[in-house]
Nanobody
C-alpha cells in the first residue's frame, strides 16, 4: 500500500525559512510526478510546485524565486525548500504524487504558519 507522509512544517517568522519533506513508501517515486499543494483557511487548495520524472519543474508565480522543489528517487522523497517566507504563505501543505498509471496519492498535510 502506498503511503505519502509530509514533515517539516512549523511556525516561523516572516523572512525565515522552512524545509518540507515528503516520503513515499510502498512504491518507487522514480516514475512519479511529485508536487506540493497548499490550502489556506477559507481558500481552495492550490498547486505550489511540481517536478516530473524528467526533472521538469513548475512553480506558481507567488513562490517563484523563494521556493525550491527537489526530489531524491533513491530515497523516495521530494522536498520543498521555502525561503523568504511571508504571512500569506501560511497554509496546510500537502504532498501529491501521481504514478505512471495516473493513480493519485495525497499526504495528510503539514501546517506552515508564518508570523508577521
Amino acid at each position: 500500500q502506498v503511503q505519502v507522509a509530509e514533515s517539516g512544517g512549523g511556525l516561523v517568522q516572516a523572512g525565515g525559512s522552512l524545509t518540507l519533506s515528503c516520503e513515499v513508501s510502498g512504491s518507487t517515486t522514480s516514475g512519479n510526478t511529485m508536487a506540493w499543494y497548499r490550502q489556506a483557511p477559507g481558500k481552495k487548495r492550490e498547486l505550489v510546485a511540481r517536478i516530473d520524472s524528467g526533472g521538469n519543474i513548475f512553480y506558481t508565480n507567488d513562490v517563484k524565486g523563494r521556493f525550491t522543489i527537489s526530489r531524491d528517487n533513491a530515497r523516495n522523497t521530494v522536498n520543498l525548500q521555502m525561503d523568504s517566507l511571508k504571512p500569506e504563505d501560511t497554509a496546510v501543505y500537502y504532498c501529491h504524487a501521481v504514478n505512471i498509471y495516473g493513480t493519485v496519492y495525497w499526504g495528510h498535510g503539514t501546517q506552515v504558519t508564518v508570523s508577521s
